[in-house]
């Protein structure tokens, strides 16, 4: 879908296209800056004002970027509306720029849907020496309240319970499981956060669920792809309003959390992620420069949450929607599971070693599901000549994983699910080098650790208790995807028949 359908959905992108008209007159007046940078990668031509996006999929903007690389090459810019953007693709130059140049190429893109809420505060969107502190504070607390450790796992096996008994619920009728999934993986992260989990049916915690559901559906659409690229329009009214009343919504809820942890707080009986920044952030009162303060507490807190909750109940999702459409895959992994650990006993992850049909699976769900597919932006921070092209300093870098995980050169099937990408002659797991749903470098995922043993405890013991099913009367299943800042699966609906 180009720049020219988006502007057909509703008023507030026909407004937006108005206004652009309007300015083109300015650009005319003014003059194109083009970038003039010698041998910057190449990339289409632009037209005035709105760049390439006439020539993009807003809609699905990496399915577009790939297609260009067919044509310019694993290295080639765009232009989003008046800003450059360098794209990255295919796993040796997507892995050699985050993880052999993983300095040069570490700076997070200032994307101004997520700049006008945190203002460069957090750990996923911050920038500089604020977002240094918050990443190495953020790694030693989760690893201190049990990330990667039996802790963690006992609390993932419990909420593991707690979901099963709801999917009992509805018995064997289809249901949408989005929500619930979202509060079930949710609650995990929660625990290290606020040293406690929530009830499925807890109106404010289900509310804060809906919201950032929302809003990581709506950070993908064509409208917010709009917004990132003529800001200064924000005054129109559109879905970028619905994300800033929704982040607003969420901060209200998390400061009234806090409340409670202020007035708690005990240095020598820390309970959660929260305590532990608020000590930290007594410690450093007497320091005006200190980045322990109330605005990293709120968007740290509110980046873990998201980011815990969205791509590892995603991820299930998709597993489940797999697991129907191939069933003879699902019947092999339940009897592999029953073999090894029975129908009784909850999966626990030194099973793991025992379950490679089960492992490799839940790899090729990932890499198959394809979860970020465009990654989140990074920018240069430093002038670097890379490929043969020189890419200034603060430059928009897009490193798109979608080109990693269905690179050609790479996997033998990469446009089929395929479990056996990860299984050897003999039935063996085996790791794949160009396996990167996390990205990579210096801004991967913090919560990878947590994320792989929640998503092996999570899906085994779903498939140990369930048989997952077409539901009656539907059509053809299939794996289309809807693409927000995630990928999700088309089809909502799951069957879950006890076993």
């Not at 008023?11 to 003059?31: K, M, R, S």
């Not at 067919?70 to 997507?94: M, P, W």
């Not at 690229?229 to 998390?254: Q, R, V």
């Not at 409340?259 to 929260?274: A, T, V, W």
Request: aromatic share 12%; charged share 20%; with cysteine.
């Amino acid at each position: 879908m180009s720049i020219l359908n988006a502007f057909s959905l509703d008023p507030a992108t026909l407004g937006l296209f108005a206004a652009l008209t309007i300015i083109l007159l300015v650009y005319f007046n003014t003059g194109s800056k083009s970038h003039g940078t010698l041998n910057f990668p190449p990339g289409p031509a632009p037209l005035p004002v709105i760049g390439n996006l006439h020539m993009l999929d807003l809609k699905n903007l990496g399915k577009s970027l790939m297609k260009l690389s067919e044509k310019y090459g694993t290295v080639f810019s765009i232009k989003l509306g008046f800003r450059n953007a360098v794209v990255l693709t295919g796993y040796e130059t997507v892995n050699d720029a985050l993880v052999k140049h993983a300095e040069e190429f570490g700076g997070r893109a200032h994307l101004p849907i997520f700049e006008a809420n945190t203002k460069g505060h957090g750990v996923i969107f911050g920038h500089g020496e604020s977002w240094k502190q918050m990443r190495r504070f953020t790694l030693t607390t989760l690893r201190d309240f049990g990330m990667g450790k039996k802790t963690i796992e006992d609390k993932i096996i419990e909420e593991t319970e707690f979901l099963i008994k709801m999917f009992d619920s509805y018995e064997g009728q289809p249901f949408n499981p989005t929500i619930k999934l979202n509060a079930a993986v949710a609650n995990i992260i929660c625990s290290i956060l606020f040293g406690d989990r929530f009830d499925y049916e807890d109106e404010r915690f289900v509310r804060i669920v809906t919201r950032l559901n929302e809003s990581i559906q709506l950070a993908g659409s064509p409208m917010i792809q709009l917004y990132n690229a003529f800001p200064f329009l924000g005054f129109l009214p559109g879905s970028h309003k619905k994300m800033f009343s929704n982040a607003k919504e969420n901060i209200a809820y998390l400061k009234t959390l806090f409340i409670n942890h202020h007035q708690n707080l005990d240095e020598n009986d820390l309970r959660s992620f929260i305590d532990a920044f608020m000590l930290r952030q007594q410690q450093e009162s007497d320091n005006p420069n200190s980045y322990f303060n109330e605005n990293n507490l709120t968007f740290t807190a509110i980046n873990l949450f998201a980011a815990g909750m969205e791509t590892t109940s995603t991820t299930i999702r998709w597993g489940m929607l797999l697991m129907m459409k191939y069933p003879e895959i699902q019947k092999k992994i339940h009897e592999e599971i029953i073999k090894v650990i029975g129908s009784d006993r909850s999966p626990r992850v030194q099973d793991r070693k025992s379950l490679p049909f089960t492992d490799a699976v839940i790899h090729e769900i990932q890499r198959f599901g394809d979860i970020v597919p465009m990654n989140l932006p990074h920018e240069s921070t430093v002038d670097i000549t890379f490929k043969g092209f020189f890419i200034p300093k603060g430059t928009y870098v897009i490193p798109l994983l979608s080109s990693v995980l269905y690179d050609k050169t790479q996997w033998e099937k990469p446009n089929e699910f395929n479990p056996s990408h990860f299984l050897d002659a003999e039935g063996k797991f085996v790791r794949r080098e160009a396996f990167m749903p996390f990205s990579a470098g210096r801004r991967a995922c913090a919560g990878e650790t947590l994320a792989k043993m929640e998503l092996f405890l999570f899906f085994t013991a779903l498939v140990q208790k369930f048989k997952f099913q077409v539901p009656p009367n539907a059509s053809e299943l299939g794996l289309g995807s809807v693409v927000g800042l995630t990928s999700f699966p088309k089809y909502p609906y799951v069957c879950a028949v006890r076993r």
